[in-house]
């Protein structure tokens, strides 16, 4: 495996305070802006923290019921940080047909951890997205920001080789 993804969750309050608060500034122009911030802080942070919402809360006008209520909600946003590799399975209707679940069964029993979830060790999260855009060669799966198709448990292993 040659592509990793690196939680970048060392940023220290309060310097990550102040970067949330000029990511929300720059972005809070937007209709519906908290979506898009939530996600700006993710991929610039890593993930979005608990002390990230009141701040985000504050620039956008909010409660900081309203914005934790989005975090919570939406599958896509990370609380804590991400393991050292990052494995996505595609779990929509294409992928399942040609036996995506069961390859996330495999993928939960073999890693020891399951969807939304990183290894004790933090070397593997593992996540299921709903269609990379790669249905005709499912199932589809994202080993940091390598996507590959038709992938059976038993590559699936092969690829998580390095990760473990
Ligand atoms: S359904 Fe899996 S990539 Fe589209």
New binding site residues.
């Given amino acids: 495996m040659t592509s990793e993804v690196v939680a970048a969750s060392s940023v220290p309050a309060p310097g990550r305070a102040q970067r949330v608060r000029e990511i929300a500034t720059e972005l809070r122009g937007l209709r519906g802006a908290l979506i898009p911030i939530l996600h700006a802080v993710q991929e610039e942070l890593g993930y979005v923290d608990q002390p990230d919402v009141p701040v985000i809360a504050d620039v956008l006008n909010l409660s900081v019921a309203e914005v934790h209520g989005v975090v919570t909600f939406y599958k896509d946003f990370r609380r804590t940080p991400a393991g050292r590799t990052v494995v996505a399975i595609?779990q929509?209707?294409?992928?399942r047909s040609v036996g995506?679940v069961e390859l996330a069964e495999h993928a939960k029993r073999t890693v020891g951890c399951g969807f939304g979830e990183t290894t004790y060790d933090g070397r593997i999260t593992l996540d299921e997205v709903f269609?990379?855009?790669?249905?005709a060669l499912?199932p589809?799966v994202q080993v940091g920001e390598r996507l590959h198709g038709r992938v059976t448990p038993a590559r699936l292993d092969a690829l998580l080789g390095d990760a473990r």
Avoid: L, M, P, T
Avoid at 92 to 95: D, P, S
């Fill in positions: 595609c929509a209707e294409a992928c995506a269609c990379f855009g790669n249905c499912g589809a």
